[in-house]
């Protein structure tokens, strides 16, 4: 298996503009979320979906954030718009399903907004 | 969710042991303690996951006392590759669909 899939690795865009992240998880996996780690505040949850329904948004910075997951194998993570405070390591991560703990933590995508 | 401490940085040497004491003093009764490692530029990986007493896996062992208010980590025989950030957590293994809050984590540096 490829691990969980995340793209693009970087993203550098200016102030304004509108940014999107992409995660696929593993393949069988019910349940994903999306971090965001900055050395201020650490490894922050953003949102997680179990079975494509969005559970819990609560740790979503602003209305400026969205993330969808129209099916069971991609998920986006949308900043429109950017703003230089939103450059961090962005996570996806999956997860087995609701009886198993363990995460699986993609690569992250590094966000730089100028 | 139990709220935990744990040191923020600790040194170590190639060849040795490294403990890695995490506190919880409000771990409820149905909570779980996980281990997450994070090597610089990856994601956190999943370590370890205990209840209570001992468990043990390939790369690490987790002591848990008895009153289950502390959790101890230890690495056997570090090498240059464990220098990492470690985080313990503390929460239910079905609690809001295994939502994690990570904590400041201790970050662990090897020496040669």
């Known amino acids: 298996d490829a691990g969980v899939i995340q793209s693009p690795r970087h993203e550098v865009t200016e102030m304004g503009q509108e940014v999107t992240l992409r995660c696929k998880p593993i393949?069988?996996?019910?349940?994903l979320f999306w971090y965001r780690q900055t050395m201020m505040r650490g490894l922050e949850l953003l949102i997680y979906f179990n079975n494509n329904v969005p559970i819990d948004d609560s740790g979503m910075p602003e209305d400026r954030f969205s993330a969808k997951m129209p099916n069971a194998s991609f998920s986006t993570l949308k900043i429109q718009p950017s703003e230089p405070r939103d450059s961090a390591v962005y996570f996806c991560?999956?997860?087995?399903?609701?009886?198993?703990?363990?995460?699986?933590f993609g690569p992250g995508t590094r966000l730089t907004v100028t | 969710l139990a709220k935990t401490t744990q040191p923020i940085s600790m040194d170590s040497y190639e060849g040795q042991e490294v403990n890695i004491t995490c506190s919880h003093n409000?771990?409820?009764?149905?909570?779980?303690i996980t281990w997450y490692q994070q090597f610089p530029s990856q994601g956190p990986r999943f370590i370890i996951q205990g209840y209570k007493t001992k468990v043990t896996n390939e790369v690490a062992s987790l002591f848990i006392p008895a009153d289950r208010k502390s959790s101890t980590l230890s690495l056997p025989r570090v090498s240059l590759s464990d220098t990492a950030v470690y985080y313990c957590l503390v929460g239910e293994l079905y609690n809001q669909g295994g939502k994690l809050i990570f904590g400041q984590g201790t970050e662990l540096s090897v020496k040669p």
């Open positions: 393949s069988g996996h019910n349940s």
């Open positions: 991560a999956s997860r087995p399903g609701l009886a198993v703990y363990e995460q699986y």
């Open positions: 409000n771990i409820a009764t149905n909570d779980y």
